[in-house]
């Protein structure tokens, strides 16, 4: 028998090539874990601090302004989660009566200040404004309007927060702001 020269180096490179295949992995025992960590966020607040206050206003006097910046504006305070967006709804009055005048009013105008976001303005509406509380958590929202003409006061506006996707709402209760 004679066997041919290439046949032991082909077999002995099957061999080389089985050897270096990989081995079946065998089950290893290690394990690992992790901590769950939650941190509870305080509940959303509004309180009303200052309320819109057009001044002392006589029987046919002409228009009056009020902008966010005046410092006759309403003033909410609001606290939240620190850097959170947040809803504004507000429910706005279309005049002011105390009974005997009535004044209509519109041109609603709206600011708010937090630390980090600085001032950001919107327009009050019953649709909803989107602004943020500031590092601290907190932000200070401002209220103004246009007064048309005529002469009596007495009516009050209230403000809603809501984090977007929340369900309730936060009112001023109490505190809603009279004018």
Do not use: Y
């Amino acid at each position: 028998m004679r066997t041919h020269p290439a046949l032991p180096s082909r077999l002995g490179a099957l061999f080389a090539a089985l050897a270096l295949a990989p081995a079946p992995l065998l089950a290893q025992n290690n394990a690992a874990s992790i901590t769950a960590m939650a941190v509870i966020a305080p509940s959303l607040s509004v309180s009303g601090t200052r309320n819109l206050d057009f001044g002392t206003l006589s029987q046919g006097s002409g228009p009056r302004v009020i902008t966010a910046s005046d410092p006759d504006a309403g003033e909410f305070s609001v606290g939240a989660v620190a850097n959170a967006s947040i809803t504004l709804t507000f429910t706005l009055p279309t005049e002011l009566s105390d009974g005997s005048f009535v004044i209509p009013i519109d041109n609603w105008t709206g600011a708010s200040s937090a630390l980090g976001p600085g001032i950001e303005f919107f327009t009050p509406s019953s649709s909803g404004s989107t602004v943020h509380v500031g590092t601290n958590g907190g932000a200070a929202v401002f209220v103004g309007a246009r007064k048309r003409g005529g002469g009596g006061v007495r009516r009050c506006q209230n403000l809603a927060v809501a984090e977007p996707g929340a369900r309730q709402l936060q009112r001023g209760g109490a505190d809603d702001r009279c004018v």
